[in-house]
């Protein structure tokens, strides 16, 4: 009896989109073993640089020009963890626990996966386009004609910053959530919640909350450069390509990161981290 013939199409694409998916994660793991080569030969061979004046110049771009943007947000989610919290803490009588559930889970998980949403789209779409751009207009086929390796010159400096500056942000971001929750106890909840905010955070608070989320922010930063710098630099038929590169940098950084946090989650849960 043979089969519908819906049925051989049907693993036919699944087949495909499978190896797709094993092909696009093989990219990332040449891309990112190649930057970490460079980036140790390049701070440990004379010699060899990765470029560094590209480097500060990412870190302003990627770093500090969102500064901005990611203060903004956080200090929103800050108001609406205090606000959302508050109306089922009262009724248990724990109205003054909302800068304990602020602080734990802003700084372990909160700071780190928002902040790495706003640079998904604040500097991974960036960083895409310009690689994008360059390989259209042929620039890093210019490199390697000059025998100029594009990892080494392109990805390089925009992976370190991405990633060092997601974990500096992270921390910002942290500050800011709990600024946020204060605002909202001093100007809506009463003083019994604002009076002793920062001193039940600080009880509530272990350093493992911290690094923990420092942690995830690094890997964060790792994948956001990463995709955008893979999507970038596999850029195929001119402007259009460009923008479905952009596109699919925000998409698949955003799927990455939240899949990433799941994982932290689930291993810190189970170590009790």
Same mark, same amino acid.
């Given at each position: 009896?043979?089969?519908?013939?819906?049925?051989?199409?049907?693993?036919?694409? $699944?087949?495909?989109?499978?190896? !797709?998916?094993?092909?696009?994660? !093989?990219?990332?793991?040449?891309?990112?073993?190649?930057?970490?080569?460079?980036?140790?030969?390049?701070?440990?061979?004379?010699?060899?640089? =990765?470029?560094?004046?590209? =480097?500060?110049?990412?870190?302003?771009?990627? @770093?500090?020009?969102?500064?901005?943007? $990611?203060?903004?947000?956080?200090?929103?989610?800050?108001?609406?963890?205090?606000?959302?919290?508050?109306?089922?803490?009262?009724?248990?009588?724990?109205?003054?626990?909302?800068?304990?559930?602020?602080?734990?889970?802003?700084?372990?998980?909160?700071? *780190?996966?928002?902040? #790495?949403?706003?640079?998904?789209?604040?500097?991974?779409?960036?960083?895409?386009? +310009?690689?994008?751009?360059?390989?259209?207009? +042929?620039? $890093? +086929?210019?490199? +390697?004609? %000059?025998?100029?390796? *594009?990892?080494?010159?392109?990805?390089?400096?925009?992976?370190?910053?991405?990633?060092?500056?997601?974990?500096?942000?992270?921390?910002?971001?942290?500050?800011?959530?709990?600024?946020?929750?204060?605002?909202?106890?001093?100007?809506?909840?009463? *003083?019994?919640?604002?009076?002793?905010?920062?001193?039940?955070?600080?009880?509530?608070?272990?350093?493992?909350?911290?690094?923990?989320?420092?942690?995830?922010?690094?890997? =964060?930063?790792?994948?956001?450069?990463? %995709?955008?710098?893979?999507? !970038?630099?596999?850029?195929? @038929?001119?402007?259009?390509?460009?923008?479905?590169?952009?596109?699919?940098?925000?998409?698949?950084?955003?799927?990455?990161?939240?899949?990433? #946090?799941?994982? =932290?989650?689930?291993?810190?849960?189970?170590?009790?981290?």
């Amino acid at each position: 009896m043979s089969l519908p013939v819906e049925h051989p199409r049907l693993v036919r694409a $699944v087949g495909a989109r499978t190896l !797709g998916v094993l092909g696009y994660l !093989g990219g990332m793991a040449i891309l990112l073993a190649e930057t970490l080569r460079w980036t140790t030969r390049g701070l440990f061979v004379p010699g060899v640089r =990765f470029g560094r004046n590209a =480097f500060m110049e990412q870190m302003v771009r990627v @770093g500090v020009r969102s500064v901005g943007v $990611v203060m903004l947000v956080q200090t929103f989610i800050g108001v609406i963890l205090a606000l959302q919290l508050a109306p089922t803490l009262k009724e248990y009588g724990q109205v003054d626990k909302v800068a304990n559930i602020i602080g734990a889970g802003g700084f372990r998980i909160l700071g *780190p996966i928002i902040t #790495a949403v706003v640079l998904s789209g604040f500097a991974g779409a960036s960083i895409a386009a +310009e690689l994008g751009t360059m390989v259209v207009s +042929e620039e $890093v +086929e210019a490199l +390697e004609a %000059i025998a100029l390796n *594009p990892i080494r010159y392109l990805v390089v400096p925009r992976v370190l910053a991405t990633l060092i500056m997601m974990v500096l942000l992270s921390v910002v971001a942290d500050l800011m959530i709990a600024v946020g929750g204060w605002l909202a106890s001093r100007v809506a909840l009463g *003083p019994t919640t604002y009076m002793g905010y920062f001193q039940h955070m600080r009880d509530q608070l272990r350093y493992r909350d911290f690094f923990t989320g420092l942690v995830q922010a690094a890997v =964060f930063g790792l994948l956001i450069s990463g %995709i955008a710098c893979l999507e !970038g630099l596999r850029v195929r @038929g001119g402007a259009e390509g460009v923008g479905k590169a952009t596109t699919m940098t925000v998409v698949y950084s955003i799927v990455a990161i939240v899949i990433a #946090a799941c994982v =932290f989650t689930v291993i810190f849960y189970v170590f009790g981290f």
